[in-house]
């Protein structure tokens, strides 16, 4: 599922300048499913999405009253510089960064691995 129409929605109200960014139902696939496995994983146990006028967030989080494990930010405005997506820490580090979701994501497919005897 590559970019689809982004999933919008209710106007924030009259007089509002400035337009929300959102993920598009395809990046929301990809998000989802990796959160699905790291739940699966007992890694992750909850998620945030926030949609702010400069970026979208998912935010992941090990129990819901700590600060986010991760943060998934898409930023339009660094599309043609660093890329629009990255991965933050907890700390605001920023640990990946790239201008596709799908190699983004891989990062945490190594967190997944372990080893069987």
């Not at 989080?61 to 599309?79: C, D, G, N, T």
Request: with cysteine.
């Amino acid at each position: 599922m590559e970019d689809e129409a982004p999933i919008y929605s209710l106007p924030a109200g009259q007089g509002c300048k400035a337009s929300r960014v959102f993920f598009s139902r395809g990046e929301l696939w990809h998000i989802l499913n990796i959160y699905g496995r790291m739940v699966a994983a007992g890694k992750w146990r909850d998620y945030a999405i926030d949609m702010l006028p400069d970026a979208a967030v998912f935010s992941v989080y090990r129990r819901a009253s700590e600060f986010p494990r991760y943060r998934i930010v898409k930023r339009p405005e660094l599309a043609r510089k660093q890329g629009i997506y990255s991965v933050l820490a907890p700390d605001g580090r920023i640990v990946k960064r790239g201008h596709s979701l799908q190699s983004l994501l891989r990062m945490f497919d190594t967190k997944l691995m372990r080893l069987v005897d």
